[in-house]
């Protein structure tokens, strides 16, 4: 059974950092292509990035410079650390990777 399952979620202040994790199982990590996504509240969800296998990664331009995306093959594991968060940042974050999409943790950025 293909899963992914985030966590890492927190309220943070204004300015302060956060690493998420997802880890996935049931599929070859190491040849996924894996993204990260947000849903701020009452928005739409949105990509933030994506990492593919041979360690390209791609952002979106709100987040570029500020999030940072890794991953672990060994640990089946991928990363986003998010530097400098603004409120604009609070949102459930979900990584996906194919059809399949993690159950989201949630980040809320307040002072």
């Known amino acids: 059974q293909v899963q992914l399952v985030e966590s890492g979620g927190d309220l943070v202040q204004p300015g302060g950092s956060l690493r998420l994790s997802c880890v996935g199982s049931?599929?070859?990590?190491?040849?996924?292509?894996i993204a990260w996504l947000r849903q701020p509240p009452g928005k739409a969800r949105e990509w933030v990035g994506t990492?593919?296998?041979?360690?390209?990664?791609m952002y979106t331009p709100s987040v570029k410079g500020r999030f940072t995306i890794s991953r672990d093959n060994a640990k089946n594991t991928i990363y986003l650390q998010m530097n400098d968060l603004k409120v604009d940042d609070t949102a459930v974050y979900y990584c996906?990777?194919?059809?399949?999409w993690g159950q989201g943790t949630q980040v809320t950025v307040s002072s």
């Open positions: 990492s593919w296998p041979g360690g390209a990664m």
């Open positions: 049931g599929f070859t990590f190491d040849e996924a292509i």
């Open positions: 996906r990777s194919a059809d399949t």
